[in-house]
Each structure stands twice: as structure tokens, then as C-alpha cells.
Nanobody, 117 residues
Framework: QVQLVESGGGSVQAGGSLRLYCAAS????????MAWYRQAPGKQREFVAS???????NYVDSLKGRFTVTRGNVKNTVLLQMNSLKPEDTAVYYC???????????WGQGTQVTVSS
């Protein structure tokens, strides 16, 4: 069982930046893919970005240019740099890991991001 721990959420004014960090408890084997999702109040959880162990990166189109996902220097860690934040980016952001049959097997508890206007 792999545990994921997110950090870096918080409150920021519109136009500001935040960096989210996720670390997996697995530190020996490389996890094939790690991703970020988010869930805004009253909405379904949505994909934000992902990065594979080979460095392939995907983003939801609507966030390209403002959000950047990278693998961390420590094995099985992933970061999400969020710039030019908008109130509509307010959500709980979840880290996910280990892509199996198009679904992620492990999920973090989530970290709250609140953007005020």
C-alpha cells in the first residue's frame, strides 16, 4: 500500500501563486505516473496534470500556461506550480499515483487551495 501526502495548499489572492507538493511512501520502485486532480465545491473531481516516470507530461487544456507539473528531485514526488491563480481555481487538490488501466490506484487526502478575489 502506497501512501501519498500533499502539502502546500493555502489561501491566496487572485493573481498569486502556490506550489503543491506530493510525496509517495514508496521510495524504492519508480511509480509509473503521478498526477494532480482537483474538486471544487459542488463539482466533480477533474484531472489537472500528470507526469510519468519517463517525463511525459499532460495537462487539462484549460490550465496550460498557468500550471506546471514536475517530478521532484526525490523519487516518487511531484510538484504542481500554480501561477496567476483565479477564484475558480479554488478546490481541494488531490495527488494520485500508479496508473492502472486508466485509473490511479492511490490517492492522497487532498489539500485545500482557496483563491480570493
Amino acid at each position: 500500500q502506497v501512501q501519498l501526502v500533499e502539502s502546500g495548499g493555502g489561501s491566496v489572492q487572485a493573481g498569486g501563486s502556490l506550489r503543491l507538493y506530493c510525496a509517495a511512501s514508496e521510495r524504492v520502485l519508480s511509480i509509473n505516473s503521478m498526477a494532480w486532480y482537483r474538486q471544487a465545491p459542488g463539482k466533480q473531481r477533474e484531472f489537472v496534470a500528470s507526469v510519468t516516470s519517463d517525463g511525459d507530461i499532460n495537462y487539462v487544456d484549460s490550465l496550460k500556461g498557468r500550471f506546471t507539473v514536475t517530478r521532484g528531485n526525490v523519487k516518487n514526488t511531484v510538484l504542481l506550480q500554480m501561477n496567476s491563480l483565479k477564484p475558480e481555481d479554488t478546490a481541494v487538490y488531490y495527488c494520485a499515483a500508479d496508473l492502472r488501466n486508466h485509473q490511479y490506484k492511490y490517492w492522497g487526502q487532498g489539500t485545500q487551495v482557496t483563491v480570493s478575489s
